[in-house]
């Protein structure tokens, strides 16, 4: 099993949540690459089996060129380069792999604070790539960290998503 798991992040929270999945979903995967969106590759090589996408949710959505700006006048240390609204819409799809999952961090747990990981999903489907699974962590500010058992539970799901169905 191919997966890839591309994410942004200002903090570092999703970037930790990233590597937890990536170290769940590792256990089943033969070949697994984890790349910040700065780094992720302008298309899908046709061998990909699993592909995981994950932001932080800004203003409800996904992060914008505005809202990093925001991020940065808090002390975010926020790469000049495209994040993933921006890479999923312009990315190369030839042939979608069989499975596409999205996660994001976000503050709270209650639907008002709105999920980028449900934008994921909708960018996704320009694409031709629909997202069959979603998740979302919780971090204590904005600025995290993360709460108490997000990171184990992270692992959980990137091992989930690599499961024989
Ligand atoms: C400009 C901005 C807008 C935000 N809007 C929301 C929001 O609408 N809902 C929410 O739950 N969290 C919101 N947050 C908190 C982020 O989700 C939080 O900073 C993020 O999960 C941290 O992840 P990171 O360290 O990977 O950037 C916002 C943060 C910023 C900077």
């Given amino acids: 099993m191919e997966t890839l798991i591309v994410y942004e992040s200002l903090w570092g929270n999703t970037r930790q949540v990233a590597e937890e999945i990536a170290r769940g979903a590792g256990e089943l995967s033969d070949v697994l690459t984890l790349c910040a969106v700065a780094d992720a590759p302008s298309s899908l090589a046709p061998s990909l089996d699993l592909l995981i996408v994950g932001a932080p949710t800004h203003a409800f959505t996904l992060p914008t ?4 700006a925001e991020a940065r006048t808090h002390g975010a240390a926020v790469p000049h380069a495209p994040g993933v609204r921006e890479w999923l819409a312009t990315l190369v799809v030839e042939s979608p792999p069989a499975r596409v999952a999205a996660f994001d961090t976000r503050q709270g747990r209650s639907f008002i604070v709105g999920s980028a990981a449900k934008s994921i999903a909708r960018a996704a489907k320009h694409r031709a790539l629909f997202v ?4 979302d962590f919780v971090v204590t500010s904005r600025e995290g960290p993360l709460e108490q058992g997000e990171l ?8 989930a998503l690599t499961a024989p169905r």
């Fill in 65 to 68: 060129p505005s809202s990093r």
């Fill in 132 to 135: 069959s699974d979603t998740a």
């Fill in 152 to 159: 184990e539970r992270a692992y959980a799901w990137g091992r």
